[in-house]
């Protein structure tokens, strides 16, 4: 999982995200997958050659700080997912959160709930890859 560029063409990285979105959306979507994908592991190695592989991009991401008083929390992504002698299928997701009225208030708290959400996004996906798929709450 990595960062890549928004609509606008700013490229981000680790420096934009305090929150560390692609470990908790990674724990999101393992906490949440079933067979076949019941395993996720950061990198191809030897031992999974062949497996599928699901590729995540964090194309935004908007984490002010002040928890529910900094504004919306929104992550958005592209994933692919490539899968021996099948065609590739790609998604785009989003989500967002304005209010929260969980505890801590946090906006990291705040973050893991919007990665929390799309890993379920992307774990449902899985079970069934339609290949263009807009996921999450975006419009």
């Known amino acids: 999982m990595g960062y890549g560029k928004t609509a606008q063409g700013l490229q981000l990285s680790k420096a934009d995200d305090r929150c560390d979105v692609p470990a908790s ?3 999101a979507i393992e906490d949440q997958l079933e067979a076949p ?3 996720a592991v950061p990198s191809t190695t030897p031992a999974v050659e062949g497996a599928p592989t699901l590729r995540l991009e964090i194309t ?5 700080a002040g928890g529910m008083y900094g504004g919306p929390k929104i992550v958005q992504l592209h994933g692919t997912l490539e899968r021996p002698g099948k065609p590739v299928a790609q998604f785009t997701a989003q989500r967002e959160m304005f209010i929260y009225f969980g505890l801590p208030r946090s906006t990291c708290s705040m973050v893991g709930q919007v990665t929390y959400a799309l890993g379920t996004d992307i774990a449902k996906w899985l079970s069934r890859p339609i290949d263009g798929a807009r996921l999450g709450d975006r419009p």
């Not at 935004?60 to 002010?64: P, Q, R, S």
């Open 60 to 64: 935004d991401l908007l984490a002010n």
């Open 37 to 39: 994908y019941e395993f």
């Open 25 to 27: 959306l990674h724990q």
